[in-house]
């Protein structure tokens, strides 16, 4: 190990205090963990200059093991917990970081309005197609046909695609990369929370334990080789007919516009009503 990972890592974990970790071996969420605190480390941000939130599951855990402000909210709710802190303190950087189905589902409605209000937040969505901690059962991303503990003949619902949801929602910043891309991740992260505006990076991520055991991939090397496989750069899939894109999907920037942020706008309102 380098030292400078070995001074990130001292810098925002809690390595002393909180590890060994809760997560299954091989799971995704420990590689998005490490793109994060590599991508504050980028930015140059302070612990003190940092908010995490999330919600309920697998990916809830995270706050507890970064050594900044975190909060461990309620199932769906990380977003309004964080609106909440941004409107309160909006000098802090806020984080949010969520599983598919605590995002989508539950949350769904709470994701959609942040995007649309364009709040100068970023969610982080690590998408591993299913409920992991609760049992397996399918969740708003699980693809159609894929297995599931409840859908054992097979998922009759369509996914969500949830950068594409966020980019018509209205969020000025929106990727989407895989715990495979992990260089890439670094950097989609780095630009997602410096962007103004609400940001959104949906992480392809494997949960072998529950998905990935039913649907013919059983560890995480494989998984890992099925996001290789199937990840497409934005700039390529450009080139590519629908056929050639069946069964794939795009990895890279899919969105990335400046306009005015809600933050900015709720200032210029309080600046108007203090004048009367």
């Not at 995007?115 to 992991?132: E, H």
């Not at 990369?177 to 991740?185: K, N, P, Q, R």
């Not at 969105?255 to 309080?270: C, F, G, S, T």
Request: hydrophobic content about 40%.
């Amino acid at each position: 190990m380098s030292e400078k990972t070995n001074s990130v890592r001292h810098d925002y974990l809690r390595h002393d205090k909180k590890f060994p970790h809760v997560w299954c071996p091989g799971c995704g969420n420990g590689i998005v963990l490490g793109s994060l605190i590599r991508a504050i480390d980028k930015l140059g941000l302070g612990k003190d200059e940092l908010v995490l939130a999330s919600g309920i599951g697998c990916s809830g855990r995270m706050p507890v093991y970064v050594d900044f402000n975190t909060l461990h909210t309620t199932h769906g709710r990380a977003l309004t917990f964080a609106t909440g802190i941004k409107l309160a303190k909006p000098a802090l950087t806020v984080i949010t970081v969520m599983g598919d189905g605590d995002a989508t589902a539950i949350g769904g409605n709470h994701f959609i309005h942040a995007a649309r209000r364009n709040i100068d937040l970023t969610a982080i969505i690590i998408n591993n197609q299913i409920y992991g901690m609760t049992g397996g059962q399918y969740s708003p991303t699980t693809p159609y046909g894929s297995f599931a503990s409840t859908a054992a003949w097979g998922n009759i619902e369509h996914a969500f695609p949830i950068a594409e949801l966020a980019v018509t929602a209205g969020a000025s910043f929106v990727a989407r990369g895989t715990v495979y891309h992990a260089a890439m991740l670094d950097g989609l992260l780095a630009r997602g929370i410096a962007k103004k505006g609400f940001s959104v990076i949906e992480v392809m991520s494997n949960c072998h334990t529950q998905y990935g055991r039913r649907n013919q991939m059983n560890d995480p090397v494989t998984m890992m080789r099925h996001f290789k496989e199937k990840a497409v750069s934005v700039d390529r899939a450009a080139k590519m007919s629908a056929e050639e894109m069946n069964d794939r999907f795009t990895i890279g920037v899919l969105a990335d516009v400046d306009k005015p942020n809600y933050m900015e706008e709720y200032q210029k309102i309080r600046e108007r009503a203090q004048q009367h």
